[in-house]
């Protein structure tokens, strides 16, 4: 079975029961389904837990196609003069061969601020549309923002309660949760990470979205649309092909596909903020004239920060500060200037990438190997730090 079609769901129901309908959701000859009632097994998932708001009513439900991992998809309806948008996650759990029939399980997700107002002098725009403003000011701070990338839901949890103002999403932490290397996640799969991320917390995330999981501009477009309606206030997209052999997208390809990107995520209520990246430094291509030219194409092109993860001399970082008008995002990594010095050069946010999930995965490595091999137990130590960082950031609900 190729695809399913969706039929108008009843919103307000759902709001009320917390579920999908099989039903309601399959036109399928021989098709069952069952709802799943676990946020263990499907963690993206946030029941709704409010009554049914009046005034539901002209519900459009878009199509998904049908897959074997989770596919998105998103149904909007007018509440009283307002258009809100309800986003869901649909995965079949197994497909008869032969029967074109599809066993599966799905469930709604909450996306933070999915009403917007339709009539003059309405009602303030939603949470995430405040939250994706708030993400695009922290830019012009007086200093940079620390933007630190949690790898799953506890860190997300953990890095709100020290204090940071937002948070970005890790491909490279999060394919490690699932014993994979970096780029080998799907989109349902970072999409549905990203919900998680968001739902965690009261700040604004920003997704790392890899390549926008396409090579046509049409197919990054649809990626950041989606990334849009996981409730994210931004996402970020690279022009790394996935290919060793040729890593970078000719720069004018690169450049149509951020300027779809850009579109896709300034068209709605939410204007998400578009990250464009430079990969170059990543790749073995030190090409600092290539990286700016490339920079500045991207944000020609419509990008509201710009990023070249890979450069470490504060001269190149300046460099490119100085060439560009919008706002600059430096990975902090080995030989990278402390903050101080990237604040005195105009950087405005530095994020760590994968480099918290992979400390945390050093640190389990030395316990492992300390336990193994000199059977005793210092791990103590440094566990007795996370655990007083959890017992002040985790709620026991």
């Keep these: 079975m190729d695809e399913m079609d969706l039929l108008p769901v009843d919103l307000g129901a759902v709001v009320r029961e917390s579920r999908l309908s099989s039903r309601s959701l399959l036109r399928q000859s021989n098709s069952s389904a069952q709802v799943a009632s ?9 029941p709704y837990s409010q009554p049914a708001p009046a005034g539901w009513s002209g519900q459009e439900v878009r199509r998904m196609r049908s897959r074997r991992s989770v596919s998105t998809a998103s149904s909007t309806a ?30 709604l997700w909450q996306t933070p601020g999915t009403v917007t107002s339709r009539r003059p002098g309405g009602p303030a725009m939603t949470d995430q549309v405040e939250k ?7 830019h012009h701070g007086r200093r940079p923002l620390l933007l630190p990338n949690p790898w799953d839901r506890g860190s997300a949890v953990l890095l709100a309660s020290l204090g940071f103002q937002a948070l970005a999403t890790t491909s490279s932490g999060f394919a490690a949760t699932l014993g994979r290397a970096d780029g080998q996640v799907t989109r349902d799969q970072a999409l549905e990470h990203a919900a998680w991320i968001v739902q965690a917390t009261d700040l604004p995330v920003t997704a790392d979205l890899e390549s926008g999981f396409a090579d046509e501009p049409a197919g990054v477009a649809e990626t950041v649309r989606l990334a849009a309606a996981a409730g994210l206030a931004g996402c970020s997209v690279e022009d790394f092909t996935g290919d060793t052999d040729d890593p970078i997208y000719d720069a004018g390809l690169a450049a149509a596909r951020v300027e779809a990107a850009a579109e896709a995520a300034h068209r709605g209520p939410v204007r998400l903020v578009l990250t464009a990246r430079a990969e170059n430094h990543l790749h073995g291509r030190d090409d600092l004239a290539d990286t700016v030219a490339r920079l500045q194409a991207y944000q020609e092109a419509g990008a509201d920060v710009l990023y070249a993860p890979g450069l470490t001399r504060l001269d190149d970082i300046r460099q490119v500060v100085s060439s560009l008008d919008r706002p600059v995002n430096v990975l902090a990594r080995p030989g990278v200037p402390a903050v101080p010095e990237l604040a005195a050069a105009g950087v405005a946010r530095v994020s760590v990438g994968g ?10 490595v030395e316990a492992a190997g300390e336990l193994r091999d000199a059977g005793t137990y210092g791990f103590w130590d440094r566990a007795a730090i996370g655990a007083r960082g959890a017992a002040s950031a985790f709620t026991s609900s």
């Design 78 to 107: 007018m509440v009283n003069g307002s258009i809100a948008t309800a986003s869901f996650i649909w995965r079949p759990e197994s497909t008869r061969p032969g029967t074109g029939g599809c066993r599966g399980v799905g469930r």
């Design 355 to 364: 480099g918290f999930a992979f400390a945390a995965l050093g640190a389990l």
């Design 38 to 46: 676990s946020d263990r097994r499907y963690p993206g998932s946030v």
């Design 132 to 138: 994706a403003r708030r993400f695009l000011d922290l």
